[in-house]
């Protein structure tokens, strides 16, 4: 069984920036796809980046040259760091091990002055 336990969300004003940490229990970290999505008031979840195990990224359109996924294998953590944030990135961000049904409980981001 894998756990994955986001954190680091928070209110800031637009423009500016966050750092969500996603801490996993596997103990083959570095092997595993690790995406981020979100889910804002009232809408779908989506996707927003994903890392693979060769640390290549994908950004979704709406975030790409803001966020930047990374990871560290040795802590088995990913993290998201979100600059220039504006309201509409405001949701609860997720963590999933992508082709699986591991998820966490989310961290809640709200971008309002």
């Known amino acids: 069984q894998v756990q994955l336990v986001e954190s680091g969300g928070g209110l800031v004003q637009p423009g500016g920036s966050l750092r969500l940490t996603c801490e996993a229990s596997?103990?083959?970290?570095?092997?595993?796809?690790f995406r981020w999505y979100r889910q804002a008031p009232g809408k779908e979840r989506e996707w927003v980046a994903r890392?693979?195990?060769?640390?290549?990224?994908d950004y979704a359109d709406s975030v790409k040259g803001r966020f930047t996924i990374s990871k560290d294998d040795a802590k088995n953590t990913v993290y998201l760091q979100m600059n220039s944030l504006k309201p509409e990135d405001t949701g609860v961000y997720y963590c999933?091990?992508?082709?699986?049904?591991?998820w966490g409980k989310g961290t809640l981001v709200t971008v309002s002055s």
């Open positions: 999933n091990i992508q082709g699986s049904s591991y």
């Open positions: 890392i693979h195990s060769s640390a290549d990224t």
């Open positions: 596997a103990s083959i970290f570095w092997l595993y796809t």
